[in-house]
């Protein structure tokens, strides 16, 4: 399978995480699990940050993600973090954690079922985003998809990009993942060069990297065969994953 195409141009501050990360110090003790963020993501994560500084910072999957966010937001005048999660276990952790550490201030926290919804065409599970939280998704510096895990993430592009700055970054984990490469590049189709890839050899689980480059609406729907994959995958995928389906509401 071919991995996607590496990005020739990079914002300013995204060079400079790269070179600076692996000597950042975290204001957190890394649990070091399987559902945690990766030490070195996280370590980027709060690099990118500290040299971009952005405002408007949205995560998909609250955890120790949170509270490393939340302690570089805190040094930027009126930045926030949006943190959302369907299951109120790891949510009610992350939030506990936050406020440990005294950052809850900068971060609101927003639980959204799993539920399956039309995307370009595709039928796709995703976060049920409600009019409260649309209404603070607006002009997105920097997004991080690191869930929902079991239900899929491709959905988080169609989700984010039209609240997306130009300029804007989305980082997805896990993106050595068959499946996260799949979904990388679909993005790449339906966006083309709106969306600019920079995809990071090196990272403990894969790392990939977006910037969205112009603000235009997709330049196409799926192809027939695309959807109907889709839309059995879809199927799959809640059968797949019944004994979760109450973990989703």
């Not at 276990?89 to 406020?99: D, G, N």
């Not at 997306?164 to 679909?186: F, Q, S, T």
């Amino acid at each position: 399978m071919r991995s996607l195409p590496a990005s020739l141009t990079m914002p300013d501050g995204l060079d400079d995480a790269f070179q600076a990360f692996r000597s950042c110090e975290l204001a957190i003790n890394h649990p070091r699990n399987a559902w945690a963020l990766a030490e070195d993501t996280c370590k980027f994560v709060a690099t990118l940050i500290r040299r971009l500084r952005p405002a408007r910072v949205l995560e998909f999957g609250s955890g120790i993600s949170s509270t490393v966010i939340a302690t570089e937001l805190i040094r930027v005048p009126g930045a926030q973090l949006i943190s959302v999660d369907h299951n109120k276990v790891f949510q009610a952790t992350a939030r506990r954690t936050a406020e440990e550490h005294h950052v809850s201030e900068v971060i609101k926290f927003y639980r959204c079922p799993i539920r399956p919804s039309w995307w370009h065409g595709k039928l796709l599970f995703f976060y049920d985003i409600g009019p409260a939280l649309a209404n603070q998704m607006a002009s997105l510096d920097l997004v991080l998809v690191d869930g929902p895990s079991y239900w899929g993430r491709e959905a988080a592009a169609y989700a984010v990009y039209p609240h997306l700055k130009p300029g804007g970054l989305i980082l997805v984990d896990d993106a050595h993942r068959k499946g996260e490469r799949e979904y990388l590049r679909d993005w790449s189709k339906l966006y083309g060069g709106a969306l600019e890839v920079a995809s990071r050899q090196g990272f403990e689980r894969g790392l990939g990297i977006f910037r969205k480059c112009e603000s235009t609406s997709p330049r196409r729907m799926f192809g027939a065969r695309e959807c109907q994959r889709a839309f059995f995958a879809a199927f799959k995928r809640a059968a797949r994953n019944r004994r979760r389906l109450a973990d989703c509401v």
